[in-house]
Nanobody, 128 residues
């Protein structure tokens, strides 16, 4: 059974850190680009970060650059999102998804429809 499971969310104070995990079962993440999206109440879903499978290229949405770092551990079939200097506006449900690495460009990396599989999401709340 193909499955993606996110974990690591929680409640953190502004300025704090969290590390989200996205772990796959039933297939290998090695062959896919993996992206993180988030969806906050009253806001549109947005792409946050993506890492390719071919050359490890990484992509970030402008508001998270220098604060978030995406990485992958193929041996653990997992992708991680290290989130530092968290802000209240980072509050959202975070989802990971997979897509073929072919065709990933700056222009297309956060096209939601290009992703095939999704996890159930993990809540991140940044509040004092």
């Amino acid at each position: 059974q193909v499955q993606l499971v996110e974990s690591g969310g929680g409640l953190v104070q502004p300025g704090g850190s969290l590390r989200l995990s996205c772990t796959a079962s039933g297939f290998s993440l090695n062959n896919y680009a993996v992206g993180w999206f988030r969806h906050a109440p009253g806001k549109e879903r947005e792409g946050v970060s993506c890492i390719s499978s071919s050359d490890g290229s990484t992509y970030y949405e402008d508001s998270v650059k220098s604060r978030f770092t995406i990485s992958r551990d193929n041996a653990k079939n997992s992708v991680y999102l290290q989130m530092n200097s968290l802000k209240p506006e980072d509050t959202a449900v975070y989802y990971c998804g997979t897509r073929p690495s072919i065709g990933v460009t700056i222009a297309t990396v956060f096209l939601y429809g290009a992703y095939d599989y999704w996890g159930q999401g993990t809540q991140v709340t940044v509040s004092s």
